[in-house]
């Protein structure tokens, strides 16, 4: 017990031991006590808008400004969520939920798999180009998506991709992010090479060898490489933007876009509504993987 | 798996069952060199289709008039050139400069300070954790960009809030020329989670026994900070500053939905202007030469962290 808790920054030199007595008790307990007040407010502060996001979508639409300082509705209605799952156009918001979710998983499955073989070429095999390759790899992580947007548009146009969902999925499924690649390979090298030499001695070729060594062992890998994939496909806007030009093949970020244009009227709750809906997948995963997400940013320390 | 990983595993099959009495092509199929390419191959067509070949077509369209509809006209550096009587570019590039350069220090101080408050145990520090980083789970979508628009609205929530304190009510922050970019800059700010995780990380490996030392010696927590905590941080703070700056460079959907560069471009982020350059107007020459100049700037200056790096990175090799 110390004083030194009192102070809640530095906090976990807290166990330096000094003498404890009642009085330093008592201190003691009104520090931690000072702390939860302190940093529950604080995360509170942090997640209101989101709160408030989904508070309003319970609110009747006109009322959602005039209440905007309040948080709790006083006259709950789901009238909101009735109105934004009619979507835009004949086309209804569960369409463009499942637009996202078929572009999402087809993208991060394909991204995964193709990810996972290559690191293990990388990180296990010896070949020609193999450091040309490691090169590339580390190229395609550090260049950043957004400067290739024009040319790539371009070169998709010339392989008659654009108004399809080509250049959202294909690429994709042939490892073009190098941080999967990466982050696979990092897990790969923890695993002992002597289980690759025994499963060899047994008649395993290399292909044996990364379906049944590799693969049933890099399982945590796999999950975290899933989940950020998944979440950043979801929310990709931008290539959305670029690509899909018909209503009806909307993906999510899309749709709510046209939810907030002025011209497409503003019926607030109904958007309030439609964007909660929205982030429902990323939470709910968030919810139940947080330790692989956790640790997944802090071993590799990607952005998010 | 999916159709990526196929291949190999068909040549599993041929080479395992068809071929075990070791025909010549069988052999080659299992040789380590060849598994490895073949292995490799998603990313290697992967890398040449999808990276390198948008990549040199580009330099060349950098080189052309090019509507994207029409043909390509070669017309040698003008693009280049054009950028020098460009008012926009020098806008959008200052606007995104002091983006970065003001929201990426905001963020990993504001991201130090949370993760500081986390390291204390408790049985609901998780909870913490999660409600910290929920926002930069959140911060890239489109419905995160919307609430924020909705918020800082004339009748939006910060200033119904400001209101409570009998503050002014109905400041337009998104029309204002001085006050739109804060709007964004606080969105960043906000998104401080996933550099907090990285630090929260790394404060957990320095090693006790040296606020243990320190504070035997008399020293007080500030100087601990300074002195142990802070030095012992700054791998940590180099990394998440080229990273963070990086995206700040690079920023898009923030601005592209919430001020669309409004009011009078005082928000027109690089990325966005260039979208408008080769999308909206249809210059896909000129937006592929603001590609490479984007491309110079980033590289140069995350060359130019790296240079800095000796005079303020702890290095514990050194």
Redesign the interface.
Known sequence: MTTATLNPTPAHKADVPVHASRETNWRHIAGRVVYHVFVMAFALLMIYPIIWMVFSAFKPTDTVFATAGQLIPTEWTLDNFVNGLKGFMGTGFVRFMGNSLLIAVIATAGTIASSAITAYALSRLRFPGRRILFVAMLVSMMLPAQVLMVPQYIWYQKLGWTDSYLPLIVPYCFAIQGFFIYLIMNFIDGIPRSLDEAAKIDGCSYYGIFFRVIVPLITPAVVTGCIFSFMWRWDDFLSALLYVNKTEWYPVSLALKLFSDPSSGSDYGAMFAMASISILPSVLIFLFFQKHLVQGVATSGLKG | ?????AV??R??GE??VQFKKQGRFARFM?L?????????L??????L???L???L??FY?TLTD?S?IGEAKFIGIQNYLDMFSDDKFFKSLGVTFFYALVSTPLRLVFALF?A???????K?S???????????????????A??????F?A???VN??L??FGLETDFAWLGNESTAIWTLIILGV?QF??SM??F??S??QIP?EL??AA?VDGAS?AR??WKI?LPLLTPTIF??LV??S??G??A??QC??ITQGKPRNSTLFY?VY??DE??TRHH?GY??AL??V??LI?GLYTGFLFLTKRFWVYDEEA
């Open positions: 798996m999916s159709q990526a990983s190999p595993g040549r599993l080479a395992g299992t380590e060199r060849t598994s490895g390419v073949v292995c490799a998603p990313f290697i067509i992967g890398f289709v999808f990276l070949v948008p990549i077509l580009s369209y090019y994207i949370v500081m408050l986390l390291l204390k145990n408790s609901v998780g909870f913490y954790r999660a409600a910290y980083y929920l926002p930069s789970i959140l911060g890239g979508s489109v419905a995160v919307i609430l924020w628009k909705q918020m609205a009748d939006g929530v119904q809030v209101g409570m906000w989670g996933s995780l990285i929260l990380a404060l957990k006790t606020y243990e504070s927590k601990q900070f905590t990394f998440n990273m963070q990086i995206n460079f690079l898009f959907t592209y939905i990325m260039m979208y080769s999308f896909a937006g592929a590609a490479w984007m491309l980033v």
